[in-house]
């Protein structure tokens, strides 16, 4: 099982950059699939997630309007679409893939992708 994230780098405020995880041992549309960050000296916390059934999504407050988390299950890969970006944005960014159902708990994570957003 292997989450490999790709696409991060240096943009300036206000620009945009696209998120790829691509899994390889498990199938994504069976998963909740999500992005978690962290920042230097802070908590890694929850940026967007997608369900499994559904495809339903959920966003941070902090990136709401700006952030797009979306799936390919033919590609086995999930994106996230970051625009507008802004300083307090820069952060590792985490993929995690989650699975439960009765007795039954998989957790996967992404080795990370660093984003900085400066000028």
Same mark, same amino acid.
């Given at each position: ?59 941070? +407050? ?9 799936? +390919? ?15 307090? +944005? ?16 998989? +957790? ?12």
């Amino acid at each position: 099982v292997q989450l490999v994230e790709s696409g991060g780098g240096l943009v300036q405020p206000g620009g945009s950059l696209s998120l790829s995880c691509a899994a390889s041992g498990f199938t994504v549309s069976r998963y909740a699939m999500s992005w978690y960050r962290q920042a230097p000296g802070k908590e890694r916390e929850l940026v967007a997630s997608i369900s499994s059934a559904g495809g339903s999504t959920k966003y941070a +407050d902090s990136v709401k309007g700006r952030f797009t988390i979306s799936r +390919d299950n033919a590609k086995n890969t999930v994106y996230l679409q970051m625009n507008s970006l802004k300083p307090e +944005d820069t952060a590792v960014y985490y993929c995690n893939g989650h699975y439960r159902f009765l007795s039954r708990e998989y +957790d996967y994570w992404g080795q990370g992708t660093q984003v900085t957003v400066s000028s």
